[in-house]
């Protein structure tokens, strides 16, 4: 209720202007105060009650829009103009020192979950988990190497994530440069998660004022799998930091909902401030957050229709709101001037939706002018968004088509187990991401959407953002991490609710409860908390060290980078002659430890699947090792994901089962050198050399067959290999391995074969 609304209440019914000046004055001293605290009568008071003015809180009350109130007992009452005064008074908050330090805890909780897999980063070197981060270590080891500006970021990063590149680029010079960088960024995701902590109690705590809900949030999200896998130690990526950014864009927005005025003060200042600064945050961190804001816009288009529909005015709120984006988008543009950072349709993102929110508002006034029914208001949103794609698509088509290859990602049909829906039967990737939460966290969601229609602006912010990161995780698991913040903060008041269930917790303050401080629990009420955190988030809190754990680099895996890395040093082999051909997913892995290269997987994601189940030698290695980064270079087998039946003539199990030897039916292979097996047999090594050909004299017709003993780190075998002789009785066959031959079916019985002949492809004689 606005300050006319208030001013037309109370010149209805002149009575109650006294009333409400007498109850305004103890709701100054007071959060919330009883019936028997005001000095007015019952009838007067219920009159305010149901006139909206008073509201209840649990068993208490207190006056519902005190700033409205104000104004419209002081005669300042223009309808739907924003009022700025100016306000130097600037107070700090009281502090509760006992959820301070629960805050705390909690924080170091956060820190302790994604620090589980210390043993597994800090080896003898630092192995960072998984795949992708080796490439954003290779971006920063390429500008702290050759050095970077602003303008000129490692590999194009200008276009892609550049606020994310320059905070480890910046962190790890703070850090003490190239040596010591590994070190900060593996520890640089656990930062980012307790900072993300921090945020997501601010904002719990913004939309629910309960304390107790907002440390349950900061408990839930320390132990949500996904997002401890997402900033576990070492898993140095984009991901982390976005997360961060998103809750902050979320916080600002509930802040600016939550205005019923604008003024020069530190309420409107904080709130537009917190918005500006997640807006700008986000999309200079990653190019794809432009997606991310677009609950923003659902929250606008509702809280206008439902403001229409209650005849409330929308426009505090989205002067507010406008004013926080549009800041963003003048600070995302600036570096886009200056520096070239992203292309032009990322840039203009905020702009538009800045665009959208002041025409959201400006239709308010021509609805409720016209009388038109609020339940179509929500067209505005449509037509807009309608409008404004249809200008970009004739006005900037090159623009239109950038953007339409963004969206087209995310229905994309990649086998790639992150681009698939989070709630895939196959993989049963929510239960992995969430463990048991989803179970309470959508119903919670659901009555989010109650609160909303009721007109909590708040609840309506949140609820945006719970059902719009829940549809992006349906369609990608990539964006499950997205949904992180807010699983946290409906997972958080979920729990208080079901701890007041059994007497372990005051009802909680959206669900009609009082503000309470954060006081300890006594041991009944300790142990009854116990069993219903246990019950919402244990299995969660299981899986989520398990999670990270699977992302680490298995100790045989890793052993085999670098017994590559040794041999490469040994023999002298730089880049491009030690480039590692390995299944894509570790191939970043793999080249980091050896060559340091770990831009980019294209070439084995493009090539390795495809050589490996080839069952044509000859045509597999013309096609997809000669002439390519995988000529002279070194080569890795690895069990195939799901262990499917391998047939015996695929490159798979001819390398893998038999090290390029004759066998099961099939002839043995030339090109490929076993040098290493791992202790389990699971991971093996190669180095793809010329091969020396053997040639001799044989019965024409005759099988001739060679074979020599080989002795390879960790296993030995006979390598074997079998040729028909011509008619003009001879035969070659080109063999890997050094050592001393026997030869079967020809002139001559052995062979030797030196190391420079099998480098250098040269023919050996048998005599």
Request: proline fraction near 5%; glycine fraction near 8%.
């Amino acid at each position: 209720m606005d300050a006319a609304a208030v001013r037309t209440v109370l010149d209805e019914n002149p009575a109650l202007e006294s009333a409400l000046e007498a109850v305004r004055a103890v709701d100054r001293e007071r959060e919330t105060w009883t019936f028997d605290d005001v000095p007015i009568d019952s009838g007067v008071f219920g009159e305010l009650v149901n006139e909206g003015l008073v509201e209840s809180v649990g068993d208490e009350y207190r006056v519902a829009t005190p700033e409205a109130v104000d104004r419209a007992l002081d005669g300042d009452v223009e309808t739907d103009e924003p009022r700025f005064e100016a306000s130097d008074a600037l107070s700090l908050p009281d502090i509760d020192r006992t959820a301070a330090a629960a805050l705390a805890g909690l924080l170091a909780l956060v820190a302790v979950f994604r620090a589980t897999t210390y043993s597994a980063v800090f080896r003898d070197r630092v192995v960072f988990p998984s795949n992708d981060p080796y490439a954003y270590v290779y971006y920063v080891e390429e500008g702290l190497r050759n050095g970077w500006t602003f303008s000129d970021l490692p590999l194009g990063q200008e276009t892609g994530e550049p606020l994310t590149t320059i905070q480890m680029l910046v962190g790890s010079e703070l850090a003490g440069g190239l040596g010591s960088h590994t070190a900060f960024l593996a520890w640089l995701p656990v930062f980012v998660a307790v900072a993300t902590g921090l945020v997501v109690y601010l904002f719990a705590y913004e939309v629910t004022e309960d304390r107790h809900v907002a440390l349950a949030s900061v408990l839930v999200l320390a132990v949500l799998p996904v997002h401890a896998l997402r900033s576990s130690l070492g898993f140095v990526d984009h991901h982390a930091f976005d997360y961060f950014w998103l809750a902050v864009v979320a916080w600002g927005t509930v802040a600016t909902f939550a205005l019923d005025s604008l003024a020069a003060d530190w309420k409107t200042t904080r709130a537009v401030g917190i918005l500006a600064v997640g807006v700008a945050g986000s999309i200079l961190a990653w190019w794809a957050a432009t997606l991310l804001l677009f609950p923003v816009a659902i929250a606008v288009v509702i809280g206008a229709a439902i403001a229409v529909r209650d005849d409330d005015s929308f426009l505090a709120p989205g002067l507010a709101t406008a004013a926080g984006v549009g800041i963003g988008a003048a600070v995302v543009l600036l570096p886009h001037l200056l520096w070239g950072w992203h292309e032009t349709f990322v840039v203009g993102v905020p702009a538009v939706l800045t665009l959208g929110v002041l025409g959201v508002v400006g239709a308010t006034y021509g609805w409720r002018a016209l009388e038109l029914p609020a339940w179509a208001f929500p067209t505005t949103g449509i037509v807009g968004v309608a409008g404004v794609s249809a200008g970009v698509y004739f006005l900037v088509p090159t623009e239109w088509a950038a953007i339409s290859r963004q969206v087209s990602r995310l229905f994309a049909d990649r086998d790639i187990v992150e681009m698939q829906s989070v709630f895939g039967t196959e993989t049963m990737g929510w239960l992995f991401s969430f463990g048991l939460l989803l179970f309470v966290v959508i119903p919670a969601m659901g009555w989010g959407i109650y609160r909303s229609y009721r007109g909590d602006r708040s609840w309506l912010v949140a609820t945006s953002y719970g059902w719009f990161m829940l549809f992006l995780a349906t369609l990608q698991a990539r964006y499950a991490g997205e949904l992180a913040p807010f699983t946290a903060l409906f997972g958080g008041l979920a729990l208080v609710a079901l701890a007041e269930r059994v007497d372990a917790a005051k009802l909680p303050v959206p669900l009609g409860g009082e503000r309470r401080p954060v006081t300890l629990p006594d041991r009944d009420v300790a142990v009854r908390l116990v069993v219903i955190v246990l019950l919402v988030c244990g299995l969660s809190a299981v899986l989520a060290p398990i999670g990270a754990s699977n992302l680490t680099i298995p100790e045989e895996q890793y052993e085999t980078a670098a017994f590559i890395d040794d041999h490469a040093a040994d023999a002298g082999h730089e880049y491009p002659d030690n480039y590692v051909f390995s299944p894509w997913s570790w191939s970043r892995m793999y080249n980091y430890h050896v060559n340091g290269e770990s831009r980019s997987y294209g070439y084995a994601q493009s090539n390795y699947r495809d050589f490996t189940f080839a069952t044509d030698p000859d045509s597999a290695y013309d096609r997809y090792i000669a002439g390519g980064p995988a000529q002279n270079a070194y080569l890795v087998t690895e069990p195939v994901p799901g262990d499917p039946e391998i047939p015996d003539e695929t490159m798979q199990a001819r390398l893998h089962d038999r090290y390029g030897s004759a066998g099961n039916g099939t002839e043995g292979l030339a090109h490929y050198r076993a040098l290493y097996a791992s202790e389990s047999g699971d991971y093996k090594a190669f180095r793809v050399v010329p091969g020396a050909t053997l040639r001799g004299e044989a019965d024409p017709g005759a099988t001739v067959t060679v074979e020599t003993g080989v002795d390879i780190e960790s296993d030995s075998f006979t390598y074997q290999r079998g040729v028909t002789a011509t008619e003009n009785g001879t035969y070659a066959v080109t063999v890997p391995y050094p050592g001393e031959y026997e030869v079967d079916g020809a002139s001559s019985d052995s062979v030797n074969v030196a190391e420079s002949d099998v480098r250098n492809g040269t023919d050996v004689r048998a005599t």
